[in-house]
T-cell receptor, first 110, second 113 residues
Framework: GQNIDQPTEMTATEGAIVQINCTYQ??????LFWYQQHAGEAPTFLSY????GLEEKGRFSSFLSRSKGYSYLLLKELQMKDSASYLC???????????FGRGTSLIVHP | DVKVTQSSRYLVKRTGEKVFLECVQD?????MFWYRQDPGLGLRLIYF???????EKGDIPEGYSVSREKKERFSLILESASTNQTSMYLC????????????FGNGTRLTVT
């Protein structure tokens, strides 16, 4: 099976930078996904990492280290609308089925 | 844009009723999923389908069944609803590639009384 860990809750200030970590244990790693989910809404896809390194997409970046089983999502210039739950998900063993972490609830305050 | 549509946003049913949750996707995706989401437990997979009439049990299939008669439609069935099935149900679809993300519907908040 897979084990995915992320912090339950984080708080940050508008305009700041926040890093949300995700650690995983799996065999046959096929990629790691980050999703954003606003309260009462569906999760939406943010990023996909399969190779080591940093992928940047505007204010959001995602990093992967396969040897450490570690990823983080970096949010810069935080805005109030970034208050949401952030879900880390891993695919492995050639499966189409991702395993999700329990999500990190990010609260951005003024 | 991929659209995944769930038939109901909110549903209230009584214990013992048979409940159908419908999901339709418009992008010809091979894979479809049913998850339930509960506070503190995250997303848990109920069933997965990779083709018409094909299905695999997820982590928590007990008390549920599914039907995929057409590629675009994936139905979740609660044969006899119970109060512990009160939850948010999320349908998703994806292309049949390992690197493809899931596209989610807006969810159905089911309350069983």
């Amino acid at each position: 099976g897979q084990n995915i860990d992320q912090p339950t809750e984080m708080t940050a200030t508008e305009g700041a930078i926040v890093q949300i970590n995700c650690t995983y244990q799996t065999s046959g790693f096929n990629g790691l996904f980050w999703y954003q989910q606003h309260a009462g809404e569906a999760p939406t896809f943010l990023s996909y990492n399969v190779l080591d390194g940093l992928e940047e997409k505007g204010r959001f970046s995602s990093f992967l280290s396969r040897s450490k089983g570690y990823s983080y999502l970096l949010l810069k210039e935080l805005q109030m609308k970034d208050s949401a739950s952030y879900l880390c998900a891993v695919k492995s063993g050639g499966s189409y089925i991702p395993t999700f972490g329990r999500g990190t609830s990010l609260i951005v305050h003024p | 844009d991929v659209k995944v549509t769930q038939s109901s946003r909110y549903l209230v049913k009584r214990t013992g009723e048979k409940v159908f949750l419908e999901c339709v996707q418009d992008m010809d995706h091979e894979n479809m999923f049913w998850y339930r989401q509960d506070p503190g437990l995250g997303l848990r997979l109920i069933y997965f389908s990779y083709d018409v009439k094909m299905k695999e049990k997820g982590d928590i299939p007990e008390g549920y069944s599914v039907s995929r008669e057409k590629k675009e439609r994936f139905s979740l069935i609660l044969e006899s609803a119970s109060t512990n099935q009160t939850s948010m149900y999320l349908c998703a679809s994806s292309v049949g590639q390992v690197n493809s993300p899931l596209h989610f519907g807006n969810g159905t908040r089911l309350t069983v009384t």
